[in-house]
């Protein structure tokens, strides 16, 4: 069958599972590749890549420099779509093609036409220069249609090598590499300026840079490990460096998410006070056993049980909804380590979910993307089937526990996820009924 013989199969199985997640999921797992006019039409969209991984589905080496932006947006089509954001897994060898077609974008398929295709509109901040000459979309660029200003703040992890490094991950690649193949970041150093940070975040949200379009709802900072210190700095100064800043430039409207490792619950209330809404401690993985193995430095130098612990403990902190770790989604069936069947694999994702979300956790699903650059290579991605049943399985467990949507995302459903690396915000609560397909 081709693909898109297979994604009908799947939207006739699964009748409850938007068309939207079911397409998403297959362009996060294959990738997608850009015909010649495809490139040439993203020359007046943003183009800077400010995310800690590489999300390449192949070699860059591969790629002749092309330069499309982070995420497209899927609408209308022969499938009715609403508006769905994917991100740019870039794989010339993918079956999915953005191509133009009759002067139209299009998403397609062995000329099989699947939607109209967008690129996101170019932000009016876009462009400007500080004295140094960094641009300020390298230092806060916009990601999910433009509704999240990515702080990729530190650029290596400290869990550094095969010992430490979590196998699924390609973040030190990408920081030694990053200047190779035309992929921008700010200059010289390997973390960013607290006051550029501070400048460019009252640029969008005091200024009105991020125009065109809605105003950004969340501010994400992110970054590697610290185990020691960083600028003479602890992890926590460092992170809590710009969370000051930042709110003393733009006051407190707008949420800030950080991604960090795992804090116990008075650290919590310091960056609590500090003006941090929504924590993310990435568990990664649930199974315990693979957790030792795909996690070692995180297993090492906290482990996996204290971990949990400290995530579950700091919803007393942050509030339910705020407490968002996780998951790499289809890691679990990782070769030669994970669950040999794609049933074995949910009871695990299952148990993990029914814990986590009855303590308030609200925890979040990433879809692994098989980097080329990392321990996991050689792998085959994920089952579209597993991909699609974890996403209900997800929906009706957070359906289950009443939760708020995950703490800095926007609203759940097919239109209004903005999520590029995830499909579980693009799912329908209303058709999710518990243990339908698990």
């Given at each position: 069958?081709?693909?898109?013989?297979?994604?009908?199969?799947?939207?006739?199985?699964?009748?409850?599972?938007?068309?939207?997640?079911?397409?998403?999921?297959?362009?996060?797992?294959?990738?997608?590749?850009?015909?010649?006019?495809?490139?040439?039409?993203?020359?007046?969209?943003?183009?800077?890549?400010?995310?800690?991984?590489?999300?390449?589905?192949?070699?860059?080496?591969?790629?002749?420099?092309?330069?499309?932006?982070?995420?497209?947006?899927?609408?209308?089509?022969?499938?009715?779509?609403?508006?769905?954001?994917?991100?740019?897994?870039?794989?010339?060898?993918?079956?999915?093609?953005?191509?133009?077609?009759?002067?139209?974008?299009?998403?397609?398929?062995?000329?099989?036409?699947?939607?109209?295709?967008?690129?996101?509109?170019?932000?009016?901040?876009?462009?400007?220069?500080?004295?140094?000459?960094?641009?300020?979309?390298?230092?806060?660029?916009?990601?999910?249609?433009?509704?999240?200003?990515?702080?990729?703040?530190?650029?290596?992890?400290?869990?550094?090598?095969?010992?430490?490094?979590?196998?699924?991950?390609?973040?030190?690649?990408?920081?030694?590499?990053?200047?190779?193949?035309?992929?921008?970041?700010?200059?010289?150093?390997?973390?960013?300026?607290?006051?550029?940070?501070?400048?460019?975040?009252?640029?969008?949200?005091?200024?009105?840079?991020?125009?065109?379009?809605?105003?950004?709802?969340?501010?994400?900072?992110?970054?590697?490990?610290?185990?020691?210190?960083?600028?003479?700095?602890?992890?926590?100064?460092?992170?809590?460096?710009?969370?000051?800043?930042?709110?003393?430039?733009?006051?407190?409207?707008?949420?800030?998410?950080?991604?960090?490792?795992?804090?116990?619950?008075?650290?919590?209330?310091?960056?609590?006070?500090?003006?941090?809404?929504?924590?993310?401690?990435?568990?990664?993985?649930?199974?315990?056993?693979?957790?030792?193995?795909?996690?070692p430095g995180k297993e090492k130098y906290?482990?996996?049980?204290?971990?949990?612990?400290?995530?579950?403990?700091?919803?007393?902190?942050?509030?339910?909804?705020?407490?968002?770790?996780?998951?790499?989604?289809?890691?679990?069936?990782?070769?030669?380590?994970?669950?040999?069947?794609?049933?074995?694999?949910?009871?695990?994702?299952?148990?993990?979910?029914?814990?986590l979300m009855s303590h308030g956790v609200?925890?979040?699903?990433?879809?692994?993307?098989?980097?080329?650059?990392?321990?996991?290579?050689?792998?085959?991605?994920?089952?579209?089937?597993?991909?699609?049943?974890?996403?209900?399985?997800?929906?009706?467990?957070?359906?289950?526990?009443?939760?708020?949507?995950?703490?800095?995302?926007?609203?759940?459903?097919?239109?209004?996820?903005?999520?590029?690396?995830?499909?579980?915000?693009?799912?329908?609560?209303s058709r999710c009924v518990r243990g339908?397909?698990?």
């Amino acid at each position: 069958m081709t693909r898109t013989d297979e994604l009908e199969n799947y939207f006739n199985r699964f009748p409850d599972v938007p068309r939207e997640v079911i397409i998403k999921e297959d362009l996060l797992r294959m990738g997608v590749g850009f015909s010649d006019a495809a490139v040439e039409a993203a020359k007046n969209s943003p183009v800077v890549r400010g995310t800690l991984f590489t999300e390449l589905r192949e070699k860059a080496d591969r790629l002749k420099g092309i330069k499309v932006p982070d995420e497209i947006h899927l609408i209308s089509g022969p499938y009715g779509l609403k508006r769905t954001v994917v991100a740019n897994r870039i794989n010339s060898t993918s079956p999915y093609l953005v191509d133009v077609v009759d002067s139209r974008l299009m998403l397609t398929e062995d000329g099989r036409e699947i939607a109209a295709v967008e690129y996101p509109p170019l932000p009016r901040y876009y462009g400007k220069k500080f004295e140094d000459g960094t641009l300020y979309e390298e230092v806060i660029p916009l990601r999910c249609n433009n509704l999240l200003a990515f702080n990729n703040l530190f650029r290596i992890c400290q869990l550094w090598g095969e010992k430490e490094e979590c196998k699924f991950c390609d973040i030190n690649w990408n920081a030694r590499e990053r200047e190779k193949h035309g992929i921008k970041w700010t200059r010289d150093k390997a973390f960013k300026s607290v006051e550029q940070v501070a400048e460019v975040a009252e640029e969008i949200f005091i200024r009105d840079g991020y125009l065109p379009g809605p105003r950004p709802h969340t501010i994400f900072l992110t970054g590697g490990t610290i185990l020691g210190t960083l600028a003479e700095k602890t992890e926590d100064e460092f992170y809590l460096s710009y969370i000051d800043a930042i709110r003393e430039r733009i006051g407190y409207r707008t949420p800030i998410l950080l991604q960090s490792g795992a804090k116990d619950k008075e650290t919590c209330k310091i960056y609590r006070d500090a003006g941090l809404t929504v924590h993310g401690a990435n568990i990664e993985v649930w199974d315990k056993d693979l957790f030792k193995i795909l996690c070692p430095g995180k297993e090492k130098y906290i482990g996996r049980d204290e971990w949990i612990k400290r995530v579950v403990e700091s919803v007393d902190v942050f509030g339910e909804g705020n407490v968002c770790p996780n998951f790499v989604m289809g890691v679990e069936l990782c070769k030669p380590y994970g669950f040999k069947d794609i049933n074995s694999a949910l009871k695990s994702m299952e148990e993990g979910l029914e814990f986590l979300m009855s303590h308030g956790v609200c925890a979040r699903f990433d879809t692994w993307n098989v980097s080329p650059y990392t321990a996991l290579a050689e792998n085959e991605p994920p089952p579209l089937e597993y991909l699609i049943r974890a996403d209900l399985l997800w929906c009706e467990t957070w359906v289950k526990y009443d939760l708020p949507p995950v703490g800095g995302t926007g609203s759940v459903g097919p239109g209004r996820g903005k999520n590029q690396i995830s499909a579980i915000h693009d799912m329908d609560p209303s058709r999710c009924v518990r243990g339908t397909y698990v």
